[in-house]
C-alpha cells in the first residue's frame, strides 16, 4: 500500500476485460485504491481475475461488488450498462460516484440514469485507448498514459465529483477532457467508429472474393491491407453495441464519407489525375498533427520492427 | 567489397526514394553488385545521394545511368516508366535485365514493352513492401525482409534472366513469387490500391467536417483513425499514378466494397445486432492469418510504444 492516503478507499470494477483490467493494473500500480473488487460475468473470468492476482476481491454479483464501494465503474460493452445500472441500484452507496468507459455516451447516459438513485455521482467516461486484443488478460498499466480520457458529466453534477473522477483518470497518465454526450458521439463517430465500420468491411470483402484467394490476400497484406486487419480484430461484442448505440451519427459520417468516396471514384474513372494528387497531398497534414502532440509513433510503419539482414560472407 | 563475386558487376537504380534508396543500401550491404550507379530526377535528390555516400556514381541522364549496366531498375512512379523507358532504349547494354519496382504491373509492361530494343531480358518486378515516408533519406536495407517480391515476366523470357532476378531479390531477403500482370494488377487492387483509397478518403473526410475541428479528430485520433492517417501520408505523386494505371481492377474492387458497406449499414439502421456481430467475429481469423506467417507483429497495437506510468511515490 501507498504511504499517501488512496484517492478511493474502495473501487469496483464490473467486468475485467481490456479496459477493466488494465484499470486495475494501473490503479494499484499507482496506489489509487485502498480496495479493488472486481466482478465478470462469466466464471471462467473471473476464474482467471483470481489467479492473477492483481485486485484484491474477485465476486460472484454486481450487487454484491459495488457494496461501500467509493468508485464503481462499468468497464462492459455499451448495450449491458443499462440493465446493470438496474442491477447494482440498490446497494451503491450514498456518496459514491459511478462512471463507465463505454465508447457511446448519449446511450449510456439515457440507459443508467433512470435507474441511478438519488445521492450517488453519475459521472460517464470514455478513455480513447484501446488495443485489437480483449480478455483478462490483455490489459497493462500503461495503456492510458498520454490517451485523452473524455468526461460527459449530466448538467448539476457536483463539480467535486467530477475533479475526483478527473484526478483518477490523470493519475492513470490520462488527459481529461470534459464535454456533452452529443458532442462526444459524433467526435468519435469519426475518429472512431467510421473507421472500424470501414475496417470490417474491407476485411470482409477481401475474405471473400473469387478472383483473389485468401492466402494471397495473407501474403500480400503488406501493401496496406494488414493496418486494416488489426482494427477489424476488434471485440465483436462491443462493437456490435456501439454501432447499435451510436447509429445516427455513424450514419451521418458515413453519408459525408459516401460522398467523398464517391468524388474520388470518379476522379479515377475520369483520369483525373490533378483531382487525385490534390486530394493526396492535403491528407498528409493531419498525420503530422497527430505524430506532434504524441498521439502515434514517428517511426515509420508505426516503429514495426524489422528483421536484419544476414550479412553475406566477407 | 565482398570477396564473392558479385551477382552484378554493374547496377543501375533510376530514382532514388524509399524504394530505390532501400535496394541501394541492401544491395551494398550485401555484396550484390561490383558498382552501383544512381540518377534522379531533381538535381536536390542527387545532390543529397552523393552526400550519403552509399552508392558508386551519381549521374545526371537516365541513358547516361544504364551504360553498361547488367541490372538496370526503374524506381520511379509507374507513369514514369514508359517515358523512362524510352529515353534509356539506346544505351541499354545486350544482355541486360531491365526491371522495374512498380505497384501496377500490366501497365507498366504496355507503356515500357514497345520501346525495349531486342536482346536486354525485360522482368517486371514489385516488391510488395513501404512506410508512409518517402525521399532519398528514407530508405533502409532491412526494408524487403520477409516480404514478398512479385516478378511478372512477359512469355518468352529467358528463364536464366528470371532466376537472376529472382536470386537478387532474395539476397535482399525478399520471397519471390512470378504471375501474371494481369493476376498481380486485381490482387494488389484489394491489398493495398483500394486500402489506401479508403484511407486517403477517410482522412479527407476527417479534415473538412463542420461539426468536428481538426483539433478534435487529432486529439481524439487514438481510437482507430490514427491507423489510416498513416497510410493517408503515402507519396501522393506514387499514389495518383498507381489509381490510374489499375483502374478497371481498382474500381471493380470498389463495386465489390460498397455493396458490403451497404450491407453493414442497412444492418445498422435496421438495428440488426446478429448481422454485425457476426461479420465481425469473421474478420478475427484472416489478422491471425497475416501475425502467423510473419507479416505483422503479435505485438498489441502494431507493437507501438507505451510510456512508462511516474510512479507515485511510496
Request: aromatic share 6%; proline share 6%.
Amino acid at each position: 500500500m501507498s504511504a499517501a492516503s488512496p484517492l478511493f478507499p474502495k473501487i469496483a470494477l464490473i467486468g475485467f476485460g481490456l479496459i477493466g483490467g488494465s484499470i486495475a493494473r494501473a490503479a494499484r500500480a499507482q496506489g489509487l485504491a485502498g480496495e479493488i473488487v472486481t466482478t465478470a460475468r462469466s466464471a471462467r473470468t473471473r476464474a482467471r481475475v483470481e489467479e492473477l492476482g492483481i485486485v484484491d476481491r474477485v465476486v460472484e454479483t454486481n450487487a454484491e461488488a459495488v457494496e461501500d464501494a467509493d468508485l464503481v465503474i462499468l468497464c462492459i460493452p455499451v448495450g449491458a450498462c443499462g440493465p446493470v445500472a438496474q442491477e447494482i441500484a440498490a446497494t451503491l452507496k450514498p456518496g459514491a460516484i459511478i462512471s463507465d468507459v463505454g465508447s457511446v455516451k448519449g446511450a449510456v447516459v439515457r440507459d443508467m440514469a433512470p435507474y441511478l438513485p438519488d445521492g450517488v455521482h453519475f459521472v460517464p467516461a470514455h478513455p480513447v485507448a484501446g488495443t485489437e486484443h480483449s480478455g483478462p488478460d490483455s490489459g497493462f498499466a500503461e495503456l492510458f498514459i498520454n490517451r485523452w480520457c473524455i468526461l460527459t458529466p449530466p448538467d448539476g453534477v457536483d463539480p467535486e465529483a467530477i475533479e475526483r473522477l478527473r484526478a483518477f483518470w490523470a493519475a492513470l497518465g490520462a488527459r481529461v477532457e470534459i464535454m456533452t454526450p452529443d458532442h462526444h458521439d459524433l467526435v468519435l463517430a469519426i475518429t472512431s467508429h467510421l473507421p472500424h465500420l470501414i475496417a470490417y468491411t474491407i476485411v470482409g470483402t477481401a475474405d471473400e472474393l473469387a478472383q483473389v484467394t485468401s492466402s494471397e490476400v495473407i501474403k500480400f497484406s503488406a501493401g496496406g491491407f494488414r493496418d486494416f486487419t488489426r482494427i477489424a480484430a476488434s471485440d465483436p461484442t462491443m462493437w456490435r453495441d456501439v454501432f447499435l448505440a451510436n447509429k445516427e451519427a455513424v450514419l451521418e459520417m458515413l453519408g459525408t464519407f459516401n460522398e467523398d468516396l464517391s468524388k474520388l471514384t470518379r476522379a479515377i474513372r475520369r483520369n483525373d489525375g490533378e483531382a487525385l494528387f490534390e486530394h493526396f497531398s492535403r491528407t498528409r497534414a493531419i498525420r503530422r498533427g497527430i505524430v506532434e502532440i504524441g498521439q502515434d509513433s514517428a517511426a515509420p510503419d508505426f516503429g514495426r520492427p524489422h528483421a536484419q539482414l544476414g550479412k553475406k560472407a566477407e
